[in-house]
C-alpha cells in the first residue's frame, strides 16, 4: 500500500514521519480536527461535489 511505501521510504532515510490519512465519502467528510497539511489525490467528482468539498477544505487547516 501507499502507506507502506511511505514508512518504507522513510526508514530508509532514518527520517521521523508522521502519517495520517482517512478513506471518506467526500460528499460527506467533516473533521472534527484540523490539519497542518492536506493532499488531494487525484480522483473524480461531480462538479456539484468538487465545488463544496474546495470551499470546504480551507477551513479543515490549522492556523500556525
Do not use: C, G
Amino acid at each position: 500500500t501507499a502507506r507502506e511505501k511511505a514508512s518504507k521510504l522513510f526508514a530508509q532515510n532514518n527520517k521521523p514521519f508522521t502519517l495520517d490519512y482517512h478513506v471518506v465519502d467526500a460528499s460527506h467528510y467533516y473533521p472534527s480536527e484540523k490539519f497542518d497539511a492536506i493532499f488531494s489525490i487525484w480522483f473524480h467528482l461531480s462538479p456539484e461535489i468538487r465545488k463544496k468539498l474546495h470551499l470546504n477544505i480551507s477551513s479543515w487547516l490549522r492556523l500556525s
